[in-house]
């Protein structure tokens, strides 16, 4: 028997004298693989097919010579720190070279004996199940889902990595019931989020209220929040209130700065006891919901210019999403504007199939004070002056630019940055005889041009600090540059000695 046992033992093959590298090569997953120091010692052929590099480059640097992370934000290194694995997480990330990525990771500690020596990072590709959908998917026209919402993330059209970081934070907050408080500047799309947040929900079957607190008068929107009873004051009648007819399901409050600090405790309270009483009335009604705020503002300055309650924000704010500006993220116009000609041609019954390349360029140097609100109220204006036209001219939103050009402040200040062609008015046929606008044109384009050259060389290539010198945001940066042929390359190491 003992010698039976001893044979079978010695049949199994030593799995310590496997190599397991090339099995890893074969996975359709992306592997990293680190030391202790998180120098990155094996990376496979997937994973350089989703950051878009080469392999013999990354191999030997530091995870944050490849990434743009640090030590904190580094999983890998919040691994090795706390020696416990991380499992299926949802994570979102830019290389140095600029590609972003959507990905799932699952890390591991490695170990000899109690001490660890590495770590081994197992990546998913979030999106490779999307790879046979296209970028801008064909818009569903009958969005009505029943619960009062018309929208989910898959209506959020853009790449961009903070729009992107903006909506995974989103998604993940969607499956607990912690208040979220979306911050953005108007016509970011903050209603949108707060719809789809709604549908990524448990609570997607339940009613989805939205209050904005500035379109209902001071003295009626305690009413209309709570609900009155009838002879509660002269006129009032028994009806419930949002919070009340919302009630297990999801409550979004925008523009909560205009809501009277003396009704925010009163929200606090209902916050805090999940039970409240309609006016008038001495019954107690059992409340539970996920609450959605929404502001265009700082809440902390909010606070200290006391617009919002500290203990209301502290209760609201448990989870913060910031939704860009569309200045921030310009590689999204083309996207966002193909979405918005398609659903437009559908609903006009027209057959538009873009902007010409004069209209993008300029939108691209456009700073958007309206953000994706005024970008889709722009392309309606002018498909409605297309008529037969494919391509949208710069004739066709002329009557756009004329109302733009005497809204609020000066638009040179405000809505263009300084090295651009101008504000709308001198886009223009006749804002100036020809032979004047190419030389002021050929002349601008040297001096943005050898403003950005200075910048990246002081810099050295460093594209988040030179755009820091200029006073733009990265994206603009980077389409300047490519639109002046600059490579940070050529900038990228500083002189010897």
């Known amino acids: 028997m003992g010698q039976h046992r001893k044979s079978r033992s010695e049949s199994l093959f030593d799995v310590t004298r496997i190599n ?14 680190t030391d202790h120091q998180g120098i990155i010692v094996y990376y496979n052929d997937t994973q350089a097919q989703i950051d878009g590099a080469d392999p013999e480059e990354i191999i030997g640097k530091h995870l944050t010579e490849v990434y743009e992370l640090s030590d904190e934000t580094s999983m890998i290194a919040k691994c090795m720190e706390k020696k416990c694995a991380i499992r ?45 959908t296209p970028m801008i998917a064909v818009p569903s026209f009958n969005k009505n889902k029943g619960n009062g919402t018309r929208y989910t993330f898959g209506d959020i059209i853009g790449d961009s990595y903070d729009l992107q970081r903006a909506m995974v934070t989103a998604r993940e907050a969607a499956s607990s019931s912690s208040p979220i408080m979306l911050i953005g500047e108007t ?10 947040i709604h549908n990524h929900s448990a609570r997607k079957n339940k009613a989805y209220t939205a209050l904005n ?20 004051f002269t006129g009032a009648l028994d009806k419930p209130g949002l919070l009340e007819m ?16 003396t009704l925010q405790a009163k929200l606090l309270r209902v916050l805090q006891e999940k039970k409240f009483r309609r006016i008038g009335s001495h019954k107690e009604v059992e409340v539970e919901l996920k609450v959605i705020s929404a502001m265009n503002g700082s809440p902390r300055e909010a606070v200290k210019n006391g617009q919002l309650r500290t203990d209301l924000f502290y209760r609201l704010g448990v989870v913060i999403v910031q939704i860009p500006p569309l200045r921030n993220r310009l590689d999204d116009l083309e996207n966002l504007i193909s979405h918005f000609i398609l659903t437009l041609n559908h609903t006009f019954g027209t057959h538009v199939k873009g902007v010409s390349p004069r209209v993008l360029d300029l939108f691209k140097g456009y700073r958007w004070p309206g953000n994706v609100r005024e970008l889709e109220h722009l392309i309606e204006g002018a498909m409605n002056s297309a008529g037969q036209n494919k391509i949208i001219g710069l004739r066709h939103f002329t009557s756009a630019f004329e109302t ?7 638009l040179e200040d405000t809505a263009w940055e300084s090295t651009d062609t101008g504000p709308f008015h001198q886009l223009m046929p006749a804002a100036a005889p020809l032979s004047s606008t190419n030389n002021l044109s050929e002349s601008q384009k040297a001096t943005e041009r050898q403003t950005i050259t200075h910048a990246l060389t002081h810099s050295f290539g460093n594209v988040s600090r030179a755009s820091k010198i200029l006073g733009i945001s990265r994206q603009l940066l980077h389409y300047k540059m490519k639109k002046h042929k600059l490579n940070r390359k050529a900038f990228a190491d500083p002189p010897a000695g």
């Open 20 to 33: 397991f590298l090339s099995v890893l090569d074969q996975l359709d997953e992306g592997i990293i693989i």
């Open 88 to 132: 299926n997480r949802t994570f979102f990330y830019r290389t140095l070279k600029g590609k972003v990525a959507h990905t799932i990771h699952s890390i591991f500690p490695l170990f000899d004996g109690s001490r660890v020596t590495g770590a081994i990072c197992f990546v998913k590709d979030y999106n490779i199940l999307q790879k046979s």
């Open 187 to 196: 016509g970011t799309g903050k209603e949108l989020f707060a719809q789809s």
């Open 213 to 232: 607190c500035a379109a209902i008068p001071e003295n009626l929107l305690e009413g209309v929040l709570f609900g009155t009873v009838k002879g509660a």
């Open 246 to 261: 919302g009630n297990g399901g999801t409550l979004f409050l925008d523009e909560l700065l205009a809501m009277p600090t």
């Open 404 to 410: 733009l050009n005497v809204m609020g402040d000066s």
